[in-house]
């Protein structure tokens, strides 16, 4: 008893300062908190500013795959260890070229974009170690609850770190810079030490099948007896066996599959020779499945509309909140931050509710978690549907409230659908090769959003009037611009940022027509993965119901 205790209290020590990795790891969402001052300070353009948050969303997703080879293989001790040294050495660089503090002065933007990097690649050291680690800790009831309160941190990190260097150091973005230097770093260091698997309790089958074994061994005669301890092992051991190789396509089982008890009862050694394999797929079978596809594609699709919505909300804000080429500009950056704050908030309590609720309805009604993929593609639609309505900026929130949910409910949702249908001994690798999606969606998402609000804006020509059109505005124009997006993703551009803090020449006057078009692509695209979301519930039920008629 005083183990399970103590275990008990190592797990949930582990899970809060888990949670406190997870804060750390999310810090690029604050990027637009320093962009402009960076750009000021540097004599950078927009385009450039653009370019160096993109380093750092690169360095997050592309990362994700060796991280998780790292984690799965020997534990989250390096790669956390591998962050606090990036994340240091990562702010610190970019608050020196802030205050111009170095030695030597340079014009190009490699610096910051590799400093930008190497923060991304230490966030995604971070949120692999603390996922991998939380979903291995607890059993199947409770682990999409633990891993949401961990990704919740993550989705949490924009708000806590702007709020918090605003109370601090007002709007310094040098201030803002050291609080992540030493904010991202020092709680990895923490949990180089601390974050690990902990073994779950067994079910509680398990548990009384212990108890009637060592009853059994206690009976037996001294001839004939045997230790307690070696029958408890016999009894753990048979449990089903694992295919490495399986299709996870045919199998739909739990990674918990509990072993099967040594006294059996009438009919269970047929039961248990219905038992399905448990899969377990490295990520070069992963990439021969055809529901892999199907998750990535939901997920870019998905990811790419909400990564739109957050990198763009300023420009919109913007749109909606200026009277011709006249507004106020703290009145706006004061709406501005209001609508990121919304949007953090509300990702990091998606991801909470997403884990809660899809435990409780696979635990008390049996739902499985693959339907809660529907339902957070719905929820995306219908945040699409509320920006097309939207047309004064003080309803702008519901927008943005409707969009963070949605975006942290899937980010609750689908590492919970990779574990439970390719397995626990690659999770992590595996949930990295699957997060490289937001990089495809993102970019297609942003590089749309940007030509399309280009095409409705008008040059300034620096005295208060118009200038000639950026852009077509009729429908071959914006098939055009779009056609334009879709090449210089496929030439390697980045991410088209639009956060509204850094002066631009083009200026939209038009409120929302602004950006509509690019909103009804999006809503488009949410029907699509909302298809495709249904499509592989239904081969999931598909393949599990032999499974189920032959357990009858």
């Known amino acids: 008893m005083d183990v399970v205790h103590d275990r008990t209290a190592a797990r949930m020590g582990m899970l809060a300062c888990a949670i406190l990795c997870g804060l750390a790891s999310g810090s690029n969402y604050v990027y637009s908190g320093y962009a402009p001052q960076l750009a000021a300070s540097l004599h950078l353009s927009s385009t450039q500013a653009n370019i160096i948050g993109t380093a750092g969303n690169l360095g997050m997703y592309l990362s994700g795959p060796l991280w998780g080879r790292i984690v799965d293989a020997r534990g989250p001790r390096i790669p956390l260890l591998c962050g606090f040294a990036l994340n240091l050495t990562g702010y610190t660089l970019l608050r020196a070229l802030l205050r111009h503090?170095?030695?030597?002065?340079?014009?190009?933007?490699?610096?910051?974009?590799?400093?930008?990097?190497?923060?991304?690649?230490?966030?995604?050291a971070g949120s692999s170690s603390s996922v991998n680690a939380a979903a291995k800790s607890f059993p199947d009831h409770a682990r999409a609850s633990a891993t949401g309160a961990v990704l919740a941190g993550f989705g949490l990190s924009a708000f806590a770190f702007s709020v918090t260097a605003q109370s601090i150091f007002g709007?310094?973005?040098?201030?803002?810079?050291?609080?992540?230097?030493?904010?991202?770093?020092?709680?990895?260091?923490?949990?180089?030490?601390?974050?690990?698997?902990?073994?779950?309790?067994?079910?509680?089958?398990?548990?009384?099948s212990d108890r009637a074994t060592s009853a059994l061994a206690r009976s037996v005669s001294p001839r004939t007896s045997l230790d307690v301890d070696a029958v408890?092992?016999?009894?753990?051991?048979?449990?089903?066996?694992?295919?490495?190789?399986?299709?996870a396509d045919d199998i739909d089982v739990d990674v918990d599959d509990a072993a099967a008890p040594l006294i059996e009862r009438p009919g269970a050694r047929k039961r248990e020779a219905s038992v399905p394999p448990v899969v377990s797929l490295a990520p070069r079978e992963l990439l021969r499945t055809t529901d892999f596809y199907l998750?990535?594609?939901?997920?870019?699709?998905?990811?790419?509309?909400?990564?739109?919505?957050?990198?763009?909300v300023g420009a919109v804000t913007l749109a909606l909140a200026r009277d011709g080429w006249s507004y106020d500009p703290r009145a706006v950056s004061a709406l501005q931050a209001r609508q990121v704050a919304t949007v953090s908030a509300l990702n990091a309590s998606g991801r909470i509710v997403a884990g809660v609720a899809s435990d409780f309805c696979k635990t008390k009604f049996g739902v499985k978690r693959v339907w809660f993929l529907p339902a957070v593609a719905f929820m995306f639609l219908l945040s699409q549907l509320f920006a097309l309505d939207t047309t004064h900026v003080s309803s702008l929130w519901r927008v943005s409230a409707a969009l963070g949910?949605?975006?942290?409910?899937?980010?609750?949702?689908?590492?919970?659908?990779?574990?439970?249908?390719?397995?626990?001994?690659?999770f992590s690798q595996n949930y990295g090769w699957t997060c490289?999606?937001?990089?495809?969606?993102?970019?297609?998402?942003?590089?749309?959003?940007?030509?399309?609000?280009?095409?409705?804006?008008?040059?300034?020509?620096?005295?208060?009037?118009?200038?000639?059109?950026?852009?077509?505005?009729?429908?071959?124009?914006?098939?055009?611009?779009?056609?334009?997006?879709?090449?210089?993703?496929?030439?390697?551009?980045g991410v088209v940022v639009r956060g509204g803090g850094i002066p631009s020449a083009h200026e939209?006057?038009?409120?929302?027509?602004?950006?509509?078009?690019?909103?009804?692509?999006?809503?488009?695209?949410?029907?699509?993965?909302?298809?495709?979301?249904?499509?592989?519930?239904?081969?999931?039920?598909?393949a599990a119901w032999p499974k189920r008629s032959a357990s009858v």
């Open 295 to 312: 998750l990535f594609a939901t997920l870019a699709i998905l990811c790419g509309v909400g990564l739109e919505w957050i990198n763009n």
């Open 232 to 247: 408890l092992q016999l009894s753990r051991s048979r449990s089903p066996a694992v295919h490495p190789h399986a299709d």
């Open 508 to 542: 939209c006057l038009v409120g929302r027509t602004c950006y509509a078009t690019a909103l009804e692509l999006s809503a488009a695209a949410c029907v699509v993965a909302l298809g495709l979301s249904v499509l592989v519930g239904f081969r999931r039920e598909r």
């Open 405 to 426: 949910l949605s975006y942290g409910s899937l980010f609750n949702v689908v590492p919970m659908l990779v574990l439970e249908w390719f397995g626990m001994a690659h």
């Open 171 to 208: 709007g310094d973005a040098a201030g803002l810079l050291l609080l992540l230097s030493l904010g991202t770093s020092l709680p990895l260091l923490v949990g180089s030490f601390v974050v690990r698997p902990v073994p779950p309790p067994p079910p509680r089958h398990r548990r009384a």
């Open 101 to 124: 503090s170095l030695p030597f002065a340079s014009s190009s933007i490699l610096l910051p974009c590799l400093a930008m990097f190497f923060t991304g690649v230490g966030g995604s």
């Open 436 to 493: 490289v999606a937001p990089v495809i969606g993102g970019n297609i998402f942003n590089l749309v959003f940007g030509r399309v609000f280009d095409a409705h804006s008008v040059v300034h020509d620096g005295t208060g009037g118009e200038g000639a059109e950026a852009g077509a505005t009729d429908a071959a124009g914006i098939a055009e611009n779009v056609g334009r997006a879709l090449h210089a993703l496929a030439a390697g551009v």
